[in-house]
């Protein structure tokens, strides 16, 4: 004859189980300002492997206004995402406003990209000149032609240059999803006042009071 299985163990299991389970969302919850609305807007903690993470990006091919400003924010990006266009406009006089300057590394996506795109990125990584992104985003993205430029395609040492962007999103993808953060574009990643990285994949503008706070900047 089967016996029933004895309700009050079977009771405690299950209860154990619940406990354990809200206890692990508790963590992870406290790791990061999530909001539950936005699961990829929130803001995280980058402890886990930290050191590679700021080598990846201080490695890279970064444009900015103030280059010797302590306080920035990097943001990856490519020239045609919207959401960082809007960020760049919406945002970047804010950050000059507080103080910070925006660290820059346009990449551009493997076969999702364009020849004058790809020489673009591949000018900011070798000049790291400031006027040259400003010129850029300054004109509609199908208006760039690259002229004067290097081809990226021909020229071996730009096309390295472009391989080092792409290799920089694949270094980061998994350094920063170890950390809470899926990475998309833009991510955003700074240093905290308690001199840690911090960062979000905040691609919707809902995001951006969060990011106000966390910087020290006006709400407006």
């Given at each position: 004859m089967l016996r029933?299985?004895?309700?009050?163990?079977?009771?405690?299991?299950?209860?154990?189980?619940?406990?354990?389970?809200?206890?692990?969302?508790?963590?992870?919850?406290?790791?990061?300002?999530?909001?539950?609305?936005?699961?990829?807007?929130?803001?995280?903690?980058?402890?886990?492997?930290?050191?590679k993470i700021k080598a990846a990006l201080e490695g890279a091919g970064w444009v900015s206004p103030n280059p010797k400003n302590e306080r920035f924010v990097y943001m990856v990006s490519f020239r045609s995402c919207p959401d960082c266009i809007r960020f760049e406009?919406?945002?970047?006089?804010?950050?000059?406003?507080?103080?910070?300057s925006p660290r820059v590394i346009v990449v551009t996506r493997r076969q999702r990209s364009t020849l004058p795109e790809r020489s673009g990125s591949a000018e900011l990584w070798a000049k790291r000149d400031w006027k040259t992104f400003e010129t850029w985003t300054?004109?509609?993205?199908?208006?760039?032609?690259?002229?004067?430029?290097?081809?990226?395609?021909?020229?071996?040492?730009r096309a390295a240059l472009v391989e080092k962007g792409r290799v920089l999103v694949e270094t980061l993808r998994p350094l920063l999803a170890e950390n809470g953060v899926s990475f998309a574009y833009p991510t955003l990643i700074w240093q905290a006042a308690d001199g840690h990285l911090e960062g979000c994949a905040c691609e919707a503008r809902e995001t951006y009071p969060l990011i106000r706070q966390k910087l020290g900047l006006a709400q407006d």
């Open positions: 029933r299985p004895q309700r009050p163990l079977l009771f405690a299991a299950l209860v154990t189980s619940a406990v354990a389970a809200l206890s692990l969302a508790s963590v992870r919850y406290a790791q990061s300002d999530e909001a539950p609305s936005l699961p990829n807007g929130g803001i995280h903690k980058l402890l886990i492997d930290e050191d406009q919406e945002e970047f006089p804010k950050l000059a406003k507080g103080g910070l300054g004109m509609p993205v199908d208006a760039w032609t690259a002229a004067g430029l290097p081809n990226a395609d021909t020229d071996p040492d």
